[in-house]
């Protein structure tokens, strides 16, 4: 299946993309918002994914913009940085995809998914701890917090209990075959497979996916312009209420202590302009047509002066 960008006319308005503007695709993936961007204004894109796989696929598009588009191997935590990296300063908007890129659910290798059977694997970077090492080595309550935790599943310490007794376990299928028989057949009536949270849940632990939004958010608004843009569309509550409190904490008069940015505490004046008071959904037609955009949810923001 080929990656179906969520929302891009939504984006595309909220970032309000302009001739000789420069704009940074955080979340890469594959490429369909920064083709976007590319298509809507004369402008420049730094594109960064920590998948190296999407990086090689990114190589076309990069000879297809010649001189409009620069890729960059990393995290989006350390856009700031790989900004910097690539000769830029401050950029016009910023654009944060949460989801996870259709080439890495689609591939069983990668191990995100168990529609197909393939190595429990998990990471996006393809380095680091996989997920069938931290449920083959972490301890019962650990496993048990994760899930809980990230996937928001009620039954996590019967999931947990059910892991330190089966393990090792390498495979999706395998580890997605066990939340099933664990949680019943009763679970298995319901539109969503049972092991949907705890496979969120171990993939949201491997990335650090919210230890990384929360950077990510803090270095965005160290890297944009006065009235810069700043757009994240995020896919489950976690992520969303994240980027909510931080843009309202960040839009008052005078900002509180914040667990989020402590290194932006303390200024006089509001950091953002919310660009709605509600976050933006998709519409009936896309959710036709692209499923995986049900649970997405847009909000934006306009940096102010600081």
């Known amino acids: 299946m080929s990656h179906v960008p969520v929302l891009i006319a939504e984006v595309l308005e909220a970032l309000s993309p302009h001739d000789g503007g420069h704009y940074v695709d955080a979340t890469f993936g594959g490429g369909g918002y920064t083709r976007a961007i590319l298509e809507a204004a004369k402008c420049r894109v730094l594109g960064i994914d920590r998948d190296p796989a999407a990086i090689a696929r990114g190589q076309a598009l990069v000879e297809a913009y010649a001189g409009r588009l620069t890729l960059a191997h990393g995290a989006f935590s350390d856009m700031d940085e790989l900004l910097a990296m690539a000769g830029v300063s401050r950029t016009d908007g910023v654009v944060l995809d949460l989801g996870v890129s259709s080439f890495q659910f689609d591939e069983p290798d990668r191990g995100f998914s168990f529609r197909f059977d393939g190595p429990l694997d998990m990471r996006m970077s393809a380095e680091g ?121 960040f839009g008052k008069e005078t900002p509180q202590p914040s667990r989020h940015a402590p290194g932006l505490v303390g200024a006089a004046k509001p950091q953002y302009r919310l660009l709605g008071s509600k976050p933006v959904g998709p519409s009936d037609g896309e959710i036709a047509t692209n499923p995986r955009s049900r649970s997405a949810k847009l909000r934006a923001a306009e940096r102010l002066a600081a």
């Open 129 to 249: 701890m996989s997920a069938a090492d931290f449920i083959n080595t972490a301890e019962e309550r650990e496993i048990s917090d994760v899930i809980a935790h990230h996937g928001e599943e009620r039954q996590a310490r019967r999931i947990a209990k059910a892991i330190v007794k089966a393990r090792p376990i390498h495979r999706t299928l395998e580890l997605a075959k066990l939340v099933a028989d664990t949680l019943g057949p009763a679970a298995l009536r319901h539109p969503i497979h049972p092991a949907t949270r705890t496979f969120q849940a171990l993939r949201i632990h491997v990335n650090d996916e919210l230890g990384e939004l929360t950077r990510a958010l803090e270095a965005a608004t160290t890297i944009l312009l006065p009235h810069g843009r700043l757009v994240v569309v995020s896919f489950h509550s976690l992520e969303d209420r994240i980027v909510k409190r931080f843009l309202t904490e």
